[in-house]
C-alpha cells in the first residue's frame, strides 16, 4: 500500500510543480495584454483553470499523499530532513498562495506588478524543489 502513496505522491508532485511553474509565466504575457482585450480574456481563462483544474487539486493530493505516508511512520522525525522538507513544502504552499492571489488580481484586471517581478518569482518553485529533493533523497541530516 504504501508504495502506491509513493507513486501517487510524485505524481501529485509533478503535476503541482508544472503549474507553479507554468503560471507565472502566464502572468509575465499577460501583463502585456491590454485589460478588456481578447488576450488577456484567455489568459484569465487560462489562468483561472490552470489554478483550480490543475494545481490547486495537485497540491491537495500531494499533502494528501505525503501525509499518509507519514501516518505509516516512514518518516524518522527524529532526523533534521524532515523538518527542512516540511518547512520547504509549507513555503512551496505558500506559494502556491501567492499566485492565486495574482490570478485573482489578473481576473480583476488589477495587476500592477511588471513582467520582471514574475520572472523572478518564477525561480522561487525550482529552488524550493531542488531543497525538498534532497532532503528527501539525500537526507543530508
Known amino acids: ?6 507513486a501517487l505522491h510524485v505524481i501529485s508532485v509533478i503535476a503541482w510543480m508544472a503549474g507553479l511553474l507554468y503560471l507565472p509565466r502566464l502572468f509575465v504575457y499577460h501583463c502585456v495584454a491590454e485589460s478588456g482585450s481578447t488576450q488577456s480574456e484567455t489568459f484569465k481563462v487560462m489562468e483561472r483553470r490552470l489554478l483550480r483544474a ?13 501525509l ?3 501516518g505509516h511512520g516512514i518518516v524518522d522525525w527524529g ?5 527542512v522538507k516540511a518547512a520547504l513544502v509549507l513555503a512551496l504552499s505558500g ?6 492571489r495574482h490570478v485573482r488580481v489578473f481576473a480583476a484586471d488589477q495587476n500592477e506588478k ?7 518569482i ?15 533523497i539525500v537526507r543530508p541530516f
Open 79 to 83: 532526523s533534521g530532513w524532515p523538518w
Open 68 to 70: 499518509a505516508m507519514v
Open 54 to 66: 490543475i494545481t490547486t487539486p495537485a497540491m491537495i493530493a500531494t499533502w494528501v499523499f505525503g
Open 95 to 100: 506559494y502556491h498562495g501567492l499566485l492565486a
Open 122 to 136: 518564477n525561480e522561487v518553485p525550482t529552488v524550493l524543489m531542488i531543497g525538498i529533493v534532497i532532503m528527501v
Open 114 to 120: 511588471p513582467q520582471r517581478y514574475f520572472r523572478m
Open 1 to 6: 500500500m504504501i508504495e502506491w502513496f509513493k
